[in-house]
């Protein structure tokens, strides 16, 4: 069964620090989204990619966040400097396409911590 | 603004018992609905969906009802086992794609 990939599992950083995250979502899946999900709370969107363009983006910290989906494949989130706040889990989805009616599969996640 | 709640954070039931986890929403535009189980450490793993158009849909043990005139959305879980303990969230979507989750209710089920 197809997956969404996402690596790093879990990461520890210091803040100030910079900190990548990377995703493969299910092959075939033109859109990509990058959630954050802080403990005890649903996912928030961060920033939502059709194919290697940004449709949404609103809710990205665009001063210290980047997103990138070069190839319309896999993408990267990027956070520098991080800090305290932005330990949580970031959750990677993928669909078929960015319309409604369109299930969207998450990824297993990765764990920050910022000391 | 848009959002959706669960009515309950907490639920407890024993092993072989029916789950009834409700949710509210509030946008009357969105025109599907989705739950989602997490368990702790993973991602959201995709139960059932339904669309605006649909009072019901069952899956494998799994049934969800939509109430479009109340705004209310529930997740019926038949013969719960140990294995269903996690945290489910509903989420809605409209036209752009966009899901709008709740903050999620904890079922735990007692042997």
């Known amino acids: 069964e197809a997956e969404v990939a996402q690596s790093p599992r879990y990461k520890i950083t210091e803040k100030s620090q910079a900190v990548a995250f990377w995703c493969d979502p299910i092959?075939?899946?033109?859109?990509l989204y990058w959630y954050r999900q802080i403990l005890g709370q649903g996912p928030e969107l961060l920033v939502q990619?059709?194919?290697?363009?940004?449709?949404?983006d609103s809710q990205l910290p665009k001063d210290r966040f980047s997103a990138e989906r070069l190839k319309g494949v896999d993408s990267t989130l990027k956070i520098q400097p991080a800090e305290l706040g932005d330990s949580a889990m970031y959750l990677c989805?993928?669909?078929?396409?960015?319309?409604?009616?369109?299930?969207?599969?998450f990824g297993p996640g990765t764990r920050l911590l910022v000391l | 603004g848009e959002s959706v709640g669960l009515h309950l954070p907490t639920l407890s039931v024993q092993e072989g018992d029916n789950s009834i986890i409700n949710c509210a929403y509030s946008?009357?535009?969105?025109?599907?609905f989705i739950w989602y189980k997490q368990e702790s450490g993973k991602g959201p793993q995709f139960i059932i969906d339904?669309?605006?158009?649909?009072d019901k849909r069952q899956g494998q043990r799994v049934t969800v009802l939509l109430n479009k005139t109340v705004k209310h959305l529930s997740l019926q879980i038949a013969a719960t086992q140990p294995g269903d303990s996690a945290v489910y969230f509903c989420a809605e979507s409209n036209q752009g794609g966009k899901l709008i989750f709740g903050q999620g209710t904890e079922l735990s089920v007692k042997p």
């Open positions: 989805a993928s669909s078929s396409s960015g319309r409604s009616l369109q299930t969207q599969y």
């Open positions: 092959s075939g899946h033109a859109t």
């Open positions: 339904i669309r605006s158009n649909m």
């Open positions: 990619f059709q194919d290697e363009s940004v449709v949404d």
């Open positions: 946008n009357s535009a969105s025109d599907y």
